[in-house]
Every structure is written in C-alpha cells, then in structure tokens.
C-alpha cells in the first residue's frame, strides 16, 4: 500500500469501520441472547413454583405420616454449584489501541488488522469495507460541500470533438499564410488570411484609419536597414526590419519600444540572434508620451505590406537555438533565427495570427459553452460553478493539448515540415490553460484541506471535553449504531 498521508489515513478509517461493524453485530447477538435467555427463565420459574409447592404438599404429608424429611438446600449453593459448572462463552478481542498518539504504529496495527480480513491494500480499503449506500452518501456529501470535478462519457465526448474539430479547422483554414513554394512543393495558403492580407483592403484600411498616425508616431527604433544602425544591426533590410526590432511586437513592443522612447535608442536582434541596443539622435519623451506614441506606431504599421509580427515572436529569433526545420534541399536543419525570419517573409504577421486565433477559440468556446449549457440544465448555481471551475480548466487543458498535438501533426505530416503551418496562437494558448489549471488545482486542494483541518480541530475538541471514559464510550456505542 502506498505510504502517503492519505493512503494512511484510508487505512485507519477502513479499520475503524471495520471495527465498529463488528462491535455493532456483537451488540445485536448479545442482545438477542439476552431476550432469549430471559424468556427461558421466565418458564423455568413458573416451572420451578408449581414443583415447589407440589413438593411442600407432599412434604406435609410426609411429615404427618412421621417420615424424616432432609432440610433444604439453600439456593445460594444451587446458584454458586451452577456458576462453577457453567462452561464459559468465546469473548470477543478488543484491539489493543496505541495511547501515546503514535500514528504511525496506529496505521501499522491497522494494515496488520485489515489484511487478516482479506482486504487489498493496494487499493483504496474504504471502497472495499463500506456499504455502497454509504459511499454514494459519501460521494454527495464531498460533491456538494466541495463540488463534482468527476468527468463523465459526455464531458470526455465534448472535449475530445472540441480538439478534433479546432484541428480539422487549423487544416483547412488557417492552413499556411499565403501560398507558398517550400523544398519545390507548392502549397495553398488560408484563403481568411488572404482576404485579410489583400493589398487593395490593407492600402483602404491603412489610408482610412492609420495613416494619420505615421507623422505623429515617429520612433528611435525603426532602423530599416543594417547600414541605418551605422553596421551594428547585421542581417537588417525592409522586409525584416519589424521583426527585428523589439519595439515592434505587439506585446514586448510596450516594454522595449517605450523604453527606446523614454531613452531614445533603438533594441534590436541581429541575424546572428545577439540582442544589440543602437543609440540615435532622437531627444527621450516622457512615460505618457511614450504609451501615446507606441500605440500611434504599432496602429500605422499593423495594416502596411509587411505587418506586424505575432506577439511575442521576435523572441524566437534570440540565439542560435536548432530548430527541426530545413528551408532549402540540402535539408540541413536551420536555426530558429532563420526559421523565424523566413515565416515572418511569407505572411508570417499579425493578420494571420488573428486567423491562428479561430483553433484555440473554438476549443474554448466548445467547452465553455458546453460547460454553461450543462450546469443550466441541472440547476446549478454560480457559486456551485466557482467550486467546480478546476473541472472547468481540465477540460480546456485537455482540449488545448489535443489541438496543439493536432498542428504539430499537421505542420509534419500535411504540410511536409514547412514552419509556417505552424498554429502560434494554439502554442500561445497553452501558457494560461495550463496556468489556470494549476492555480485552481492548487486553490481547490487549499479549499479541501481547510476543511479538514477544521474537522480536525472539531475532533480535537469535542474529545477533550468528554467528562470521563464513561462518555467516550457512550459516545462510541452511538457512533456504532
């Protein structure tokens, strides 16, 4: 049996129970004895009267008669004749119990005690000794008090057909991010990226909404070219200069591109993956300004020919880190600096993130949806849906795993290796489920274990305030029955 905590406390409730369910049937026999002892004597004494008074008339008789009648003999020595020959009856054990507070010989006794009783320590012994009435109370108890985190056949239906469908979809749909050649294989791109990467939409958009903001936005950190940055940015031209400066992403942009602001530098990665900082003849701002001009420059640049890249990406670029990936048919792995770069320059931006953004959203909304609609249907409570959320983060764990395993199969085995079938925002989605779920996991095991330590000290004190073993034993013989 394992030697947890747990695994220990199950053994010494299953030898209690054990216990007292044999303390309960001896009660019952002794109890029957009794009655049936009691209505025996009742007809042995009624016996017993008539005899004697036949006796004393025959007595009488004889004594008129002039015979010598031997006295009687006194009842005292009947009954102490009777005690002595009464043979003895089989007592039931008591268990020796430790009294020092020694729990761990208390679970020794314990174990000892139920495998005699033939149970299976391997397994869990409460199961194997309690009525199932009694587990199922049990069971209802715990669900009610701290909510029903058990799946059953229609929650694993649900979860399993949200990852194959936001899979399905992420092969479909969002595909690649425009058709492309790789290794001499030509491949059809995302026809929603597409429509929202066409020249004519994006010059619209931009020249309606965010052109205004390329005057007003100027930044410290949109170097274009290597010889821009007097040669300390290597490997930098029109097409890769967003990527390689950190301002630029959607995400770091508002830590690196406001601190270049605030100092008037440039942060960029060169294509040898080194982080360079490049000073510039731009005067630094203030924090409010620079929050203004950042979002002003991110806004003008997002709907441009090149875009933006996805968040978080130009971090792909830092190092000379391997990836799986060839680009040419020598088929020598390449590292990621490259292999970001080369998705970056084959749509690899913003736009098509949004489109990567459809596999993670129909697994959340899946789930989420399923979720509502079945704690609604049962009558369940918002205070009795915040108990079960960590159910709630599981599933989408589960549903999340199995469409992120679904890219990295689609990116091998439908599109031969080509990186840019890769779904970022699926991978992105990971971090916070898998995030969310330890956090409830951890809160919900603190909620449980509160409650026990409060049993506990309940126990505690309600043993300590017994008057007298007289008590303790009154309240163990209520507890048995």
């Not at 947890?4 to 209690?16: C, H, P, R, T």
């Not at 630029?248 to 960029?268: E, I, N, S, V």
């Not at 002003?296 to 799986?324: C, E, I, K, N």
């Given at each position: 049996?394992?030697?947890?905590?747990?695994?220990?406390?199950?053994?010494?409730?299953?030898?209690q129970?054990?216990?007292?369910?044999?303390?309960?049937?001896?009660?019952?026999?002794?109890?029957?004895?009794l009655?049936?002892v009691l209505e025996?004597?009742?007809?042995?004494s009624d016996?017993?009267?008539?005899v004697?008074?036949?006796?004393?008339?025959v007595?009488?008789?004889?004594?008129?008669?002039?015979?010598?009648?031997?006295?009687?003999e006194?009842?005292?020595?009947?009954v102490?004749?009777?005690s002595?020959?009464?043979p003895?009856?089989?007592?039931y054990a008591v268990?020796?119990?430790?009294t020092?507070?020694?729990?761990?010989?208390?679970v020794r006794?314990?174990?000892a005690?139920l495998?005699l009783?033939g149970?299976?320590l391997?397994r869990?012994p409460?199961?194997q000794?309690?009525?199932s009435?009694?587990?199922a109370?049990s069971?209802?108890?715990?669900?009610?008090?701290?909510?029903?985190?058990?799946?059953d056949?229609t929650d694993?239906?649900?979860?399993l057909l949200?990852?194959?469908?936001?899979?399905?979809l992420?092969?479909i749909?969002?595909?690649?991010?425009?058709?492309?050649?790789?290794l001499?294989?030509e491949?059809?791109g995302s026809?929603l990226?597409?429509?929202?990467?066409?020249?004519?939409?994006a010059?619209?958009?931009?020249?309606r909404?965010f052109?205004?903001?390329?005057?007003l936005?100027k930044?410290?950190?949109?170097?274009?070219?290597?010889?821009?940055?007097?040669?300390?940015?290597?490997g930098?031209s029109p097409?890769t200069?967003?990527?390689?400066?950190?301002?630029?992403?959607?995400?770091?942009?508002?830590?690196f591109?406001?601190a270049?602001?605030?100092?008037?530098?440039?942060?960029y990665?060169?294509?040898?993956?080194?982080?360079v900082?490049?000073?510039?003849?731009?005067?630094?701002?203030d924090?409010?300004?620079?929050?203004?001009?950042?979002?002003?420059?991110?806004?003008?640049?997002v709907?441009t020919?090149?875009?933006?890249?996805?968040?978080?990406?130009?971090?792909?670029q830092l190092?000379q880190?391997?990836?799986p990936?060839?680009?040419?048919?020598?088929?020598?792995?390449?590292?990621w600096t490259e292999?970001?770069?080369?998705?970056y320059?084959?749509?690899y931006d913003l736009?098509?993130?949004?489109?990567?953004?459809?596999?993670?959203?129909?697994?959340?909304?899946m789930i989420?949806?399923?979720?509502?609609?079945k704690?609604?249907?049962?009558g369940?409570?918002?205070?009795?849906?915040k108990?079960?959320?960590?159910?709630?983060?599981?599933m989408?764990l589960?549903?999340h795993s199995i469409a992120?395993?679904?890219?990295?199969?689609k990116?091998g085995l439908?599109f031969g290796?080509?990186p840019?079938?890769?779904?970022?925002?699926?991978i992105?989605?990971?971090?916070?489920?898998?995030?969310?779920?330890?956090k409830e996991?951890?809160?919900?095991?603190?909620?449980i274990?509160?409650?026990?330590?409060?049993?506990w000290?309940?126990?505690?004190?309600?043993?300590e305030?017994?008057?007298?073993?007289?008590?303790?034993?009154?309240?163990l013989?209520?507890?048995?029955?």
């Amino acid at each position: 049996m394992s030697g947890d905590q747990l695994s220990a406390a199950a053994a010494v409730v299953a030898y209690q129970a054990v216990t007292l369910t044999e303390l309960r049937g001896l009660f019952d026999q002794v109890e029957f004895d009794l009655k049936d002892v009691l209505e025996r004597e009742l007809r042995v004494s009624d016996t017993l009267d008539s005899v004697e008074s036949e006796f004393d008339a025959v007595r009488a008789r004889l004594q008129a008669m002039g015979v010598l009648v031997p006295p009687q003999e006194s009842q005292s020595s009947v009954v102490a004749t009777v005690s002595v020959e009464t043979p003895g009856y089989r007592r039931y054990a008591v268990p020796i119990v430790p009294t020092d507070g020694d729990f761990d010989q208390l679970v020794r006794l314990a174990e000892a005690r139920l495998d005699l009783l033939g149970i299976d320590l391997t397994r869990d012994p409460l199961q194997q000794v309690l009525p199932s009435s009694q587990i199922a109370r049990s069971l209802r108890s715990y669900a009610e008090e701290h909510g029903d985190v058990s799946w059953d056949k229609t929650d694993w239906t649900v979860v399993l057909l949200a990852g194959a469908l936001a899979t399905l979809l992420d092969i479909i749909l969002v595909r690649i991010p425009k058709t492309s050649a790789l290794l001499g294989e030509e491949q059809t791109g995302s026809p929603l990226t597409k429509w929202l990467q066409d020249k004519n939409r994006a010059r619209d958009v931009h020249a309606r909404f965010f052109k205004r903001f390329e005057k007003l936005a100027k930044v410290p950190y949109d170097a274009s070219t290597t010889w821009a940055t007097d040669g300390l940015v290597s490997g930098m031209s029109p097409d890769t200069h967003r990527l390689q400066s950190l301002g630029h992403d959607p995400a770091l942009g508002f830590l690196f591109g406001m601190a270049d602001l605030m100092h008037g530098t440039g942060t960029y990665i060169d294509n040898a993956g080194q982080l360079v900082q490049v000073p510039t003849h731009y005067d630094p701002v203030d924090l409010i300004t620079a929050l203004i001009k950042q979002v002003r420059h991110l806004l003008s640049d997002v709907y441009t020919p090149a875009g933006l890249q996805p968040p978080f990406f130009s971090l792909l670029q830092l190092g000379q880190v391997g990836s799986p990936f060839a680009l040419d048919p020598s088929g020598v792995k390449v590292p990621w600096t490259e292999v970001a770069r080369y998705m970056y320059m084959n749509g690899y931006d913003l736009r098509h993130f949004f489109t990567m953004g459809i596999t993670p959203g129909v697994v959340s909304a899946m789930i989420r949806g399923y979720w509502l609609l079945k704690s609604y249907a049962t009558g369940g409570t918002a205070a009795q849906r915040k108990l079960e959320h960590a159910k709630l983060t599981s599933m989408l764990l589960l549903g999340h795993s199995i469409a992120t395993s679904g890219t990295l199969l689609k990116t091998g085995l439908v599109f031969g290796m080509n990186p840019a079938a890769l779904n970022y925002n699926q991978i992105l989605a990971m971090a916070p489920a898998t995030i969310a779920w330890f956090k409830e996991a951890i809160a919900r095991d603190h909620r449980i274990n509160e409650a026990l330590e409060k049993e506990w000290e309940l126990l505690i004190t309600e043993s300590e305030g017994q008057p007298s073993s007289v008590s303790q034993a009154t309240s163990l013989g209520g507890l048995s029955t």
